[in-house]
């Protein structure tokens, strides 16, 4: 039996809303009740481990006396909405993790139950990141000095969906991808860490 690929648009799969936005400087604190996600975070995660996947315990913590409304749900998808970097990430916790404030320089994205059987959320983190929809993000991003992406511009944007027998391949290839990524930036981190040390070793020798 043919599977084929359905096309649809954001707005039909998922939730899409804005983070909060601090009215104050952000004050992090390692003993806060919940975590803090900002830009900044996200890029250097993904410069650090070439991951979309983004732990929240890894994240800095806060002290938040807002309503519960602002904590990202587990799984949720974010992407930034405020400059040049448009790279999703999924945001992962377990059952023992504080909740987690996202901070309006992003968009939080669910996929609502009802097309849960039709896409997986890992699914749709990939297909944001991939070039074709990086482009149509960028294309819908407005503002002359820092660009800026709308809610209502995201869930215009239509993306494809194969079965989830598709997707789940994707996202496995993906993971494998990941994974040799990371042993590649740590073999790399590691022979720049040999070269210095010959190096060193080298100019203490000449003197």
């Known amino acids: 039996m043919t599977q084929t690929t359905q096309t649809a648009l954001i ?10 936005t601090f009215r104050e400087r952000i004050s992090e604190n390692k003993h806060g009740n919940a975590h803090v996600l900002q830009l900044k975070d996200a890029r250097q ?9 983004i732990n929240v315990d890894k994240l800095p913590r806060i002290f938040w006396d807002g309503k519960s409304k602002a904590f990202a749900e587990p799984n949720s998808i974010l992407l930034p909405s405020k400059g040049s970097y448009l790279r ?15 901070s309006g320089q992003f968009l939080t994205l669910k996929v609502k139950d009802s097309a849960k059987q039709h896409i997986h959320s890992d699914y749709l983190c990939w297909v944001l990141n991939q070039p074709e929809t990086q482009r149509l993000l960028a294309e819908s991003s407005q503002g002359t000095k820092i660009m800026m992406l709308s809610a209502k511009a995201v869930k215009d944007v239509t993306i494809k969906i194969p079965s989830l027998e598709t997707q789940t391949k994707v996202m496995h290839l993906n993971e494998m991808w990941e994974k040799e990524q990371k042993l590649i930036n740590e073999l790399l981190i590691n022979r720049q860490k040999m070269v210095q040390g010959t190096v060193q070793q080298l100019l203490k020798e000449t003197n």
């Not at 707005?11 to 909060?20: E, F, L, P, Q, W």
């Not at 995660?45 to 996947?53: F, G, K, L, P, R």
């Open 11 to 20: 707005s039909s799969i998922a939730d899409v809303r804005t983070g909060y």
């Open 88 to 102: 999703a990430s999924k945001l992962v916790s377990n059952q023992d993790s504080l909740p987690t404030v996202v």
């Open 45 to 53: 995660i993904w410069e650090q481990t070439n991951s979309a996947t």
